[in-house]
């Protein structure tokens, strides 16, 4: 949890931090679920149905997060719990990462910088990369974050196609019905949509064999899109061209046959990861727990 | 392998390669089906005596790399009036030597700009959200062991500086941009046709932005354009992303602030005495290192051969040439 936002909680609640009495939780519970009032999660952990039946005086979830897999929402409406996320604040940030990831990948940028930092260069020039302007680029969801990925890649002169439920009528980018479809026309596919029951595995071994042994999956999305499995065995046997990846289906275990590839960068789910965006998020998580209180409106409210 | 030669080579207008033995781009069959190509290299006969005979024929002739082509050097090719370079940078040229003698210089600069200006937004997002050093991090099994991972820096809202707004500097201008930055520039001279706010000298830009982007030709006037009084200006935070020539920074100083903390980070693309880079960057994760590879790429070699026939092509048919170096 990020210490700013744990300072700024303590400030102004009475602040239980769940993580320090991980042993003895069932009497920690006990003890204080009665006067428990809200719930901060995290891209982590957030709030299950279980957390949920133990704390009967429970009025809201704030996550600071915009994905909501960890909250079982069901139970918060049918319960009439609010629950709040961080939206819009991070959503520059994960697509700059996935346009970083991108140029990461095609650019061998990490392979090259690996290469100086071993000495390598004295022996020999390095070999060519790939370009990335120009590229055709596939997005999976939208969204926010989807919409934002569109937009840097367009400065890029690459040509912007999208898969999501339903056509959106405010875009001229090409609309796919079919992700598999999509996956066969671009060459750099993103996802970057919520993760649900009907996106769960959205990456599977028929749109990875679809994008192909050029193709470059770039996932900054949720681990569970992507049938992991596939994934490393389409890169192992040079099925897939490369893949940025920021998010993992194990958390933190990443697939460690992965580790001696070259055509892949893999970072540590940091897609929102800055000082400024943590703040900002910490500072909305703040703001909707404050208005809540005051009964005044919330600022992101989910439910 | 042998070339078959269809046509008569000594029909076809005469194009010099002037390269480095070591060093050849794969341009090769592609020019000689529409040049007679004087490659030394190539002919068993010794350096001097082949470049004597064919001078009096050498309306032409191509760089390949960074083969230096001085006034001595030109003092040999009496009759030489275009030099069609392969390279952006032009600081292996002996430019006032051309001029004097009437010879038309013409770069690569086009053919790179989206190669370069991709790799300068790849170095500075990688540099800020720190890819390179996190890929580190997460291939050397620390994840499961830390837990959390240093947090970056954002881009969006940033100030940033491009060091010479040419063909190069436009298309980052352009990328950086839908990032949400600020942009601001240096030039010789202000831009007419730009939107962007215009400082006379560096100094000021470094100490109005929170990025510069280096980016333009390294002549006498811009070496060592940025020093370290550059640096205290551009801050703690701040970030230098060099995609045109080492020579441009005071390397030593560069680094001194870097491992002093006086800038906070630096995406290297070259270095002034490549391939050598000082190996006190090497500990640092704050810094992303490439080996002058950004304008490396497939698509971008096939850029640069259109773009140099073309030049050529339009030289042999008294055609306006494509990309012509402005040489005052």
């Not at chain 1, 590839?261 to 998580?285: F, Q, R, W």
């Not at chain 2, 290299?41 to 309306?59: K, Q, T, V």
């Not at chain 2, 001595?72 to 292996?92: K, Y």
């Not at chain 2, 720190?130 to 620390?142: E, L």
Request: charged letters at 20%.
């Amino acid at each position: 949890m990020s210490e700013y936002l744990e300072n700024q909680l303590e400030n102004r609640f009475n602040l239980f931090k769940l993580w320090n009495h991980s042993s003895p939780k069932p009497d920690f519970l006990k003890t204080h679920s009665s006067s428990i009032k809200a719930v901060v999660g995290n891209t982590k952990i957030g709030a299950d149905a279980n957390m949920i039946d133990s704390l009967p005086n429970l009025e809201i979830v704030a996550s600071y997060s915009v994905g909501l897999d960890k909250i079982d929402l069901g139970k918060c409406k049918e319960k009439g719990i609010k629950v709040t996320n961080t939206p819009d604040v991070l959503t520059d940030d994960v697509a700059d990462l996935g346009i970083g990831l991108a140029l990461a990948v095609l650019r061998k940028i990490c392979v090259c910088d690996r290469f100086v930092r071993s000495g390598d260069w004295i022996n020999g020039d390095f070999a060519l990369a790939s370009k990335f302007s120009g590229k055709s680029v596939g997005i999976v969801g939208l969204g926010r974050i989807g919409s934002a990925i569109a937009k840097r890649a367009e400065a890029f002169n690459c040509s912007i196609s999208y898969h999501s439920r339903s056509k959106k009528p405010n875009t001229n980018y090409k609309y796919y019905s079919n992700i598999v479809d999509l996956a066969a026309d671009c060459q750099i596919l993103f996802v970057a949509c919520a993760l649900t029951e009907e996106t769960h595995h959205i990456i599977n071994r028929k749109v990875i064999d679809a994008l192909g042994p050029k193709g470059i999956l770039i996932n900054i999305g949720r681990g569970a899109h992507v049938d992991e499995p596939e994934l490393v065995s389409a890169l192992l046997e040079g099925r897939l061209g490369g893949a940025g990846l920021d998010v993992y289906e194990n958390e933190p275990n990443v697939p460690e046959q992965l580790f001696s590839l070259g055509n892949i960068v893999v970072v540590p789910h940091v897609g929102s990861d800055t000082e400024e965006t943590s703040k900002a998020m910490a500072d909305l998580v703040i703001s909707n727990l404050e208005a809540h209180f005051k009964c005044k409106p919330l600022l992101t409210p989910v439910l | 392998m042998a070339d078959k030669e269809t046509q008569q080579p000594e029909e076809l207008p005469v194009v010099f390669l002037h390269r480095p033995p070591s060093f050849i781009l794969p341009f090769g069959d592609h020019l000689r089906s529409q040049f007679h190509v004087l490659d030394p290299y190539e002919s068993p006969e010794p350096y001097d005596s082949f470049l004597a005979r064919h001078a009096p024929s050498i309306r032409a002739l191509m760089t390949m790399g960074p083969t230096l082509v001085s006034a001595e050097f030109l003092d040999r090719l009496p009759i030489l009036e275009l030099i069609v370079a392969t390279s952006a940078g032009l600081d292996h040229i002996d430019l006032p030597a051309c001029r004097s003698r009437g010879i038309v210089v013409t770069n690569a600069s086009p053919a790179f700009a989206e190669d370069v200006a991709d790799c300068a937004v790849g170095l500075l997002i990688d540099v800020l959200r720190r890819i390179s050093a996190a890929d580190r991090f997460v291939r050397g099994r620390m994840w499961p062991v830390k837990e959390t991972y240093p947090l970056g820096f954002k881009l969006g809202g940033k100030r940033v500086g491009i060091v010479g707004l040419g063909s190069i500097g436009s298309e980052v201008a352009k990328r950086l941009s839908a990032f949400g930055c600020t942009i601001a520039y240096t030039s010789r001279n202000k831009k007419q046709s730009v939107p962007f706010p215009f400082y006379a000298n560096v100094r000021d830009l470094a100490a109005n932005s929170d990025v510069l982007v280096l980016c333009c030709a390294l002549t006498k006037e811009t070496y060592h354009l940025v020093n370290k009084d550059v640096m205290v200006a551009l801050g703690k935070e701040g970030v230098i992303i060099n995609v045109g020539r080492g020579l441009l920074i005071n390397e030593k100083e560069l680094v001194q602030c870097l491992v002093g903390g006086e800038i906070g980070g630096a995406g290297l693309d070259v270095y002034e005495n490549e391939p050598n880079v000082p190996k006190e960057l090497f500990g640092l994760d704050n810094v992303v290192l490439s080996p002058h590879s950004a304008g490396g790429t497939p698509e971008g070699f096939e850029a640069v051969l259109q773009l140099t026939v073309g030049n050529l092509r339009a030289f042999f048919s008294n055609k306006p040439l494509v990309s012509v170096v402005s040489n005052e």
